[in-house]
């Protein structure tokens, strides 16, 4: 298997997951890459590894550059096991191979491995010169692990975050350019909501201490490599990360016998008449992992449920929970449902969004048995006075 030359002496040499579906509750549709770097200088240095069961592949590459026992130096950029399941199996081949990584990474490792290797702990600003390149390394804590760090080659102008500005994106192509921007984007978007989103404060925090950096290429350690888009990518980050989004609303629902569904139609059609667009995700036929896409992206989210048994209906409470982890702000929130009894799930589903301490400008519709013509004009009104809102923002 062929390694990829990224920059003079710098190699691709990870593993394609082609088969990933669900990463940790996250549905992987198109599969995801684990990358792992070669630096070939005076000393060789590997950056990360692959998942165990892609070890051989992810062997087969290193080999077509270098003897792999020739390897000095294992960077460690992040502890989970999807980068550093293969780190004992490469210290196999290369026993003599010194790991460097954080303060949290080398309390990890160890952890992960029971294992005592001869490790070189650095904190950022932090230097390891391999001849003709210095390394740099920046420690970027909660992007998305206490561990998390990124190295920098500067002679290469080349970072590599780890799990920042990653995709799970499984393809024979190797750079953003090779996909197209939308492609590219809408997996950034997807793994940052999924991942990344609870972290926005540490992102900012990382981008600043990486802003200094003359910077042209990214290759993070799953997905595509940044160099066509680089500006787009970082642009976006940079809203991610202080939670802004677009004056859109979402609707999120989930519905018994179509009262709730319907009660989410007539909202829908609210907001358009005011000229804001909608997108509606039901929950029986959309992930929560890709609703999460929506989410980032949309300022009002409207969400609703039908009650059942004294509460809301199963498959929203897992939304929810999922939601109120990756803890989306400065959103505009509303709830809505139907009931024939209790009516609770309504009440629910706002008291969630206060948590989240979103706003909640208009109490939410609750209403019984199968809304009628005068009901769905008042859910319509309600559509639309919450597009007024979302414009006055």
Request: aromatic share 10%.
């Amino acid at each position: 298997m062929k390694p990829v030359e990224i920059k003079p002496g710098v190699y691709w040499v990870g593993g394609i997951d082609w088969d990933l579906r669900n990463f940790h509750g996250y549905l992987t549709q198109r599969g995801s890459t684990y990358n792992a770097y070669l630096i070939i200088d005076e000393k060789i240095v590997l950056v990360d590894t692959v998942k165990h069961y892609l070890f051989d592949e992810m062997l087969s590459r290193i080999r077509e550059v270098v003897d792999p026992s020739q390897i000095n130096y294992l960077v460690s950029n992040h502890v989970e096991m999807d980068h550093s399941g293969s780190i004992s199996r490469i210290l196999e081949l290369a026993p003599r191979a010194r790991i460097i990584t954080s303060p949290q990474g080398q309390k990890g490792l160890r952890g992960h491995f029971k294992r005592d290797w001869d490790f070189q702990v650095v904190k950022s600003g932090d230097t390891l010169n391999i001849g003709h390149r210095t390394l740099q390394f920046v420690l970027t804590p909660m992007v998305h692990w206490p561990d998390s760090m990124a190295t920098y080659v500067p002679r290469e102008k080349l970072l590599l975050p780890n799990d920042a500005f990653g995709q799970h994106i499984a393809t024979a192509e190797r750079f953003d350019d090779e996909i197209g921007w939308d492609i590219a984007y809408e997996e950034a978007a997807k793994y940052y909501a999924n991942i990344v989103f609870p972290y926005g404060e540490q992102v900012k925090k990382a981008l600043d201490a990486l802003s200094g950096l003359d910077i042209e290429m990214v290759a993070p350690s799953h997905g595509l490599i940044w160099r066509g888009f680089l500006s787009q990518i970082l642009e976006a980050y940079q809203r991610w990360a202080k939670n802004e989004s677009e004056r859109k609303a979402l609707i999120v629902y989930d519905t018994m016998w179509g009262s709730t569904k319907r009660i989410a139609s007539a909202l829908q059609e609210g907001l358009e008449a005011e000229g804001v667009p909608a997108t509606m995700r039901n929950l029986k036929t959309n992930h929560i992992s890709d609703i999460m896409t929506d989410v980032l992206l949309s300022q009002l989210v409207l969400v609703g449920s039908p009650t059942l048994n004294n509460g809301m209906l199963p498959t929203m409470g897992a939304f929810l929970t999922y939601l109120r982890g990756l803890c989306p702000k400065n959103r505009i929130g509303f709830a809505f449902g139907s009931y024939g009894w209790g009516g609770q799930a309504v009440g629910e589903i706002e008291r969630v969004m206060r948590e989240l301490n979103w706003q909640v400008p208009l109490s939410g519709v609750n209403l019984q048995w199968v809304p009628d013509d005068e009901e769905l004009d008042e859910v319509r009104e309600q559509g639309s006075k919450l597009a007024e809102i979302l414009k006055s923002e």
